[in-house]
């Protein structure tokens, strides 16, 4: 059973940056695309970014593009999302999800979910 773990969260100053990482186990990262969604309050959970275990194509929203960067450490297991020049509206639970399939944009592509890691940007 694949088991993913967020952390890396806090509170920011707008303006920062944060990186936050999922570590996974239970199966090797190299087998899944790995994605990032965020839920904010009173809001519906939305994707954030993906990177594809076909030749780690990276996918983003248009909200983060150019700011935040997903990366991978097959050797480590471990996912990224660095997220620089935050904004309040930045602000969420961000969960990192797991899954087979090539390029996942949606979440229910994806078969396993963390618990998630609050991100709160003060302005």
């Known amino acids: 059973q694949v088991q993913l773990a967020e952390s890396g969260g806090g509170l920011v100053q707008a303006g920062a940056s944060r990186r936050l990482s999922c570590s996974v186990s239970g199966g090797a990262l190299s087998s899944y695309s790995m994605g990032w969604f965020r839920q904010a309050p009173g809001k519906e959970r939305e994707f954030v970014a993906a990177i594809s275990w076909y030749r780690g194509n990276t996918y983003y929203s248009d909200s983060v593009k150019g700011n935040f960067t997903i990366s991978r450490d097959n050797a480590k297991n471990t996912v990224f999302l660095q997220m620089n020049s935050l904004k309040p509206e930045a602000t969420a639970v961000y969960y990192c999800?797991?899954?087979?399939?090539?390029?996942?944009?949606?979440?229910?592509?994806?078969?396993?979910w963390g618990q998630g890691t609050q991100v709160t940007v003060s302005s």
């Open positions: 999800a797991a899954t087979g399939v090539i390029a996942p944009t949606r979440d229910y592509e994806y078969d396993y």
